[in-house]
């Protein structure tokens, strides 16, 4: 009777031996997977990081020395002496600045190309003074005039523009023509002061937002040239 | 303390100005010995585009360009320059800022001397003249700030 009590008590603590190493087994290989896995997203990230550290740094580089190209090019412009003396200072001067502000004149920068949007740029000025010209004979033909039918009203529009740069160029070019002014700008929408309807309607016509936005190559705009440049492409891709 | 202008023309203006306006202040200080302009003037111009960036955008990333800290050391620094190259104008035999003296260090004529000495002159005084004035603009704009939590930082 004892002999087989004794037996059974051992095979009870045989089967909870073994229960336990089961567990522990169990346990051991999970934290095996875990381990793995968490080396694995560990090295992944680390690829990852080395990655855009390299785009960051490469884009930075980019950003100084275009920085350094323009503001030499504006130290040359006030010094005006061109011995070597003075042009090793001027450089010395520009990259260490350029060094120190080369994140904050080609911040918020979309993707394209920065020739094309300078050229572009360029391009866009003889237009805005011919439409500054157009709007001075409008005011002065609204203020010699007897009666002088001005019609005050503040205009408000959402813009299409995404960066803060166009907003900027948008806005300035509205203040810079006669007859409107730009009071404010917030989440999108332009509050413009117009002295007239006819100046107010120009503004609701949207051609100078359309060419800003060309400019900066934003909000989607299909241009003419633009289609002329695709077609191009196709045809070279055909051929 | 100043926070971040919510104005997008007035930050962009200022992020685009910063750097020429620093790049001015650079010429006017290093060709002060030729035109109009000089150490002070170009150093209140190089405090006047950190002021700028301060009412811009805000005391914290104005800070991370130019701390408190920073600004003392470079005042120092400033006046060290210029005290540095008065004595060793005396202890090169002449008077006080006597540039003349230095030829002999440098290497060239009395005449080019001068005006090297004159430059790193004005170099330490807009060095100082900055420091001080960004200084005086960061004691002026954190006067609002609760000296209790200055000291729980501390």
């Known amino acids: 009777m004892e002999v087989t009590l004794l037996l059974e008590t051992t095979e009870n603590a045989f089967r909870v031996l073994e229960q336990a190493r089961e567990h522990a087994t169990g346990l051991l290989d999970t934290a095996v997977q875990f381990t793995a896995e968490e080396t694995r997203f560990r090295e992944e990230k680390r690829g990852q990081i080395l990655f855009t550290g390299a785009q960051r740094r490469r884009t930075q580089f980019q950003n100084f020395v275009g920085t350094t190209i323009i503001l030499f090019a504006f130290w ?10 003075h042009l090793t200072l001027g450089a010395i001067c520009c990259a260490l600045v350029a060094y120190l502000f080369h994140d904050l004149l080609f911040a918020n ?12 740029f360029i391009a866009y000025i003889p237009w805005l003074i011919q439409q500054i010209l157009l709007a001075n004979i409008h005011v002065v033909s609204l203020v010699v ?26 806005a300035n070019s509205i203040t810079l023509t006669p007859g409107t002014i730009t009071m404010d700008i917030k989440d999108g929408v332009f509050y413009v002061h117009a002295v007239s309807q006819k100046v107010a309607d120009e503004l ?31 045809q070279t891709l055909r051929v | 303390m100043i926070r971040e202008s ?25 060709h002060g010995h030729y035109s109009p302009g000089g150490g002070f003037q170009g150093g209140v111009i190089l405090a006047a585009s950190f002021v700028l960036l301060g009412v811009s955008h805000g005391l914290g990333k104005t800070r991370r360009r130019m701390s408190e800290k920073v600004a003392g050391v470079i005042s120092s620094i400033g006046v060290l320059i210029y005290g540095g190259i008065g004595a060793l104008c005396l202890i090169l035999g002449g008077n006080y800022l006597h540039y ?32 001080v004035m960004c200084t005086v603009f960061f004691a002026i704009f954190t006067v609002g ?5 200055d000291r729980s930082v501390e």
């Open chain 2, 6 to 30: 919510d104005d997008v023309i007035v930050k962009a203006v200022a992020r685009l100005l910063m750097p020429f306006i620093v790049v001015y202040a650079l010429y006017v200080v290093m």
């Open chain 1, 76 to 85: 040359m412009l006030l010094s005006g002496k061109f011995d070597a003396f």
């Open chain 2, 100 to 131: 003349g003296k230095l030829s002999k260090l440098l290497h060239v004529t009395p005449a080019e001397a001068r005006s090297l000495g004159i430059l790193g002159v004005e170099i330490g005084v807009a060095l100082a003249v900055m420091a």
């Open chain 1, 109 to 120: 920068v979309r993707v394209g190309d920065m020739r094309v949007v300078a050229a572009r």
């Open chain 1, 204 to 234: 609701n016509a949207g051609d100078m937002e359309d060419r800003v936005a060309h400019i900066f190559m934003e909000a989607d705009h299909l241009y003419v040239e633009d289609v002329l440049d695709a077609a191009r492409i196709y």
């Open chain 2, 145 to 149: 700030e609760s000296p209790e939590d």
């Open chain 1, 145 to 170: 005039r007897r009666r002088m039918p001005i019609d005050p009203r503040v205009v408000k529009f959402k813009t299409k523009l995404e960066t803060d740069i166009s907003c900027v160029t948008l």
